[in-house]
């Protein structure tokens, strides 16, 4: 479960946001000020105000507003180096959306706000970190597969399995998100930098030739067809 750390002093917004996000599947974290948004994230638990237990936090993404007691916004971005931070401020002129965008905030968003609109780019850039920490792993597994990217070499049982780019590009997807259907629109987008000349006329074949090939080393199929959707990896 992805855990969002929501920074704003405004009682009825944190709440409403609570709310929706907990709708939405996120575990929510609250901080009311700037001082104790540091306090949270402090790797060292330490008391906040009136003697409460502070417990350190280590979120997926922060929700920050700018105009908070003790430290602002502005200060306690550094602290937050790392994390995906969208900043939701009554602040809505072009200077302050640059500045803080210069200053490591991933978006902003300006008071009043959609929350369909939040949500989803909550979505989106959960999503990109999700995509640069894939990114960064060397090997893949799923159940008798086994993906080593800094080789390319792709084995089925400890056999080796020669693949196309293409084919390749799409069991890489495939195995970074192993429970999702991925939709045709969406891989083909998705693979187009390892694999620019693959088509939406093409794709069914090479998703064909890549069942057959991991198929031909252990006698059953890796992956999947879901009706009119998309392909995921078949579980057991």
């Known amino acids: ?14 709440n409403m946001l609570e709310e929706v996000l907990q709708k939405e599947g996120y575990r929510v974290c609250r901080a009311y000020s700037g001082t104790e948004a540091v306090l949270a994230l402090s790797k060292t ?15 997926d993404l922060v929700l920050l507003d700018l105009m908070l007691p003790g430290l602002n916004g502005e200060e306690i971005l550094p602290y937050l180096e790392g994390i995906p931070v969208i900043v939701i401020s009554a602040k809505a002129s072009s200077e302050d959306k640059v500045e803080m965008l210069l200053r490591g905030a991933s978006d902003y968003v300006t008071k009043p706000f959609e929350i369909r609109e939040l949500t989803a780019r909550i979505a989106v850039r959960l999503r990109e970190r999700d995509s640069q920490a894939d990114r960064s792993l060397k ?11 800094d080789t390319r070499e792709v084995t089925v049982k400890g056999e080796a399995v020669r693949l196309t780019g293409t084919e390749y ?17 969406v891989m083909l987008d998705r693979i187009s930098e390892e694999s620019p000349d693959c088509m939406e006329s093409s794709l069914k074949v090479h998703i064909s030739n890549l069942r057959r090939k991991l198929r031909e080393k252990s006698g059953r199929d890796y992956i999947e067809a879901i009706w009119g959707i998309g392909f995921k990896m078949k579980e057991t």
């Open 169 to 185: 590009a799409i069991l890489k997807l495939l195995m970074q998100n192993p429970a999702q259907v991925i939709t045709k629109s």
């Open 139 to 149: 090997r893949y597994d799923f159940q008798d597969i086994v993906m080593e990217t």
């Open 1 to 14: 479960m992805k855990t969002i750390l929501v920074i704003d002093d405004d009682v009825s917004i944190g």
């Open 45 to 59: 638990p330490d008391t906040g105000f009136g003697g409460k237990a502070l417990h350190p936090v280590k979120p």
